[in-house]
Nanobody, 123 residues
Framework: VQLQASGGGLVQAGGSLKLSCSSS????????MAWFRQSPGNYREFVAGISKSGGNTRYADSVKGRFTISRDNAANTQYLQMNSLKPEDTAVYYC?????????????????WGQGTLVTVSS
């Protein structure tokens, strides 16, 4: 399974970005999907996850109300809409995939990872 993340960039605080993650997984709908992020000196942290059908989503407290995860199973792609961005959101964002009974929020549970896309939020 290959994952390709895109959409990162430089944005001012308060701005928005939308990340995309295309997947070679087939069928895509068998996989739980998630976004993690990692900034220098920090552990990779869970940002948001979405279940196979898209019916269940989970968010880190730090992004609730600002970020929205979604997926298009027909397009084999998941998305992360990021609004009201803050400088502390600056990180490399990774998409991840796994086949698991329930939607996991721990990085070790995820088997497949994309290469990461850098998001930089300036103050």
């Amino acid at each position: 399974v290959q994952l390709q993340a895109s959409g990162g960039g430089l944005v001012q605080a308060g701005g928005s970005l939308k990340l995309s993650c295309s997947s070679s997984a087939r069928p895509f709908s068998r996989f739980d999907m998630a976004w993690f992020r990692q900034s220098p000196g920090n552990y990779r942290e869970f940002v948001a996850g979405i279940s196979k059908s898209g019916g269940n989503t989970r968010y880190a407290d730090s992004v609730k109300g600002r970020f929205t995860i979604s997926r298009d199973n027909a397009a084999n792609t998941q998305y992360l809409q990021m609004n009201s961005l803050k400088p502390e959101d600056t990180a490399v964002y990774y998409c991840a995939a796994v086949i698991y009974p329930i939607l996991p929020t721990i990085a070790d549970r995820y088997r497949y990872w994309g290469q990461g896309t850098l998001v930089t939020v300036s103050s």
